[in-house]
Structures are given as structure tokens and as C-alpha cells.
């Protein structure tokens, strides 16, 4: 079972990055998956939740609006579009499948 993150980096504050997450060893469709953050010093927290065939989705409150998730079950890959970026949102970002498996986590970094 591995989940392996790409897409953070660094970007300026409004801008935009796609976060990807490509699943293995596990039937992928059969599992919600989810994004989750940490900044320094703070807990993780989840960003979004989204259910195996993609029909049930929910966000935390601080990126309604702002970031989507969406899945491709052909591709056992969960992106996150995260737009309009803050400061705030500065974080590693992780992605987990309910079978208890997580993502080695990629960094992200809104500055100007």
C-alpha cells in the first residue's frame, strides 16, 4: 500500500497549485480519500474528504470556496486544486485513504 504526493512548491499569495496523489497495492475506488495539512507547531487537520466514487464530498471551513478535490479511479490518483492561496495555507500537505495508509506528504509555501 503507498500513497505518493506531487504538486506542492512554492507560490505567491492569490496564486494556485494542484496537489496530485497517486495510490497503490489497494483497490482505490473502494476507499474515501482525503487531504490533510500541518503547519509548524500546529496539529494535523483535515482539508477535505471525498468519497470513493466521488459523489460525496466536504471541506473545512478555512478553504470552502477556495480549494476542490476530485479523484480519477482509473488513474488511482486524488488531486487537490487549491486556489487564491494565504499565508495561511502555508503547510505540508498529506493525503490518506481510509484504510489507514498516508502519503509521505509534500510541502507547500504561500510567501511573497
Known amino acids: 500500500v503507498q500513497l505518493v504526493e506531487s504538486g506542492g512548491g512554492l507560490v505567491q499569495p492569490g496564486g494556485s497549485l494542484r496537489l496530485s496523489c497517486v495510490a497503490s497495492?489497494?483497490?482505490?475506488?473502494?476507499?474515501?480519500m482525503s487531504w490533510y495539512r500541518q503547519a509548524p507547531g500546529k496539529e494535523r487537520e483535515r482539508v477535505a474528504r471525498?468519497?470513493?466514487?466521488?459523489?460525496?464530498?466536504n471541506y473545512f471551513d478555512s478553504v470552502k470556496g477556495r480549494f476542490t478535490i476530485s479523484r480519477d479511479n482509473a488513474k488511482n490518483t486524488v488531486y487537490l486544486q487549491m486556489n487564491s492561496l494565504k499565508p495561511e495555507d502555508t503547510a505540508v500537505y498529506y493525503c490518506?485513504?481510509?484504510?489507514?495508509?498516508w502519503g509521505q506528504g509534500t510541502q507547500v509555501t504561500v510567501s511573497s
Open positions: 490518506y485513504a481510509t484504510n489507514g495508509a
Open positions: 497495492g489497494f483497490t482505490f475506488s473502494s476507499y474515501s
Open positions: 471525498i468519497s470513493g466514487d466521488g459523489t460525496r464530498i
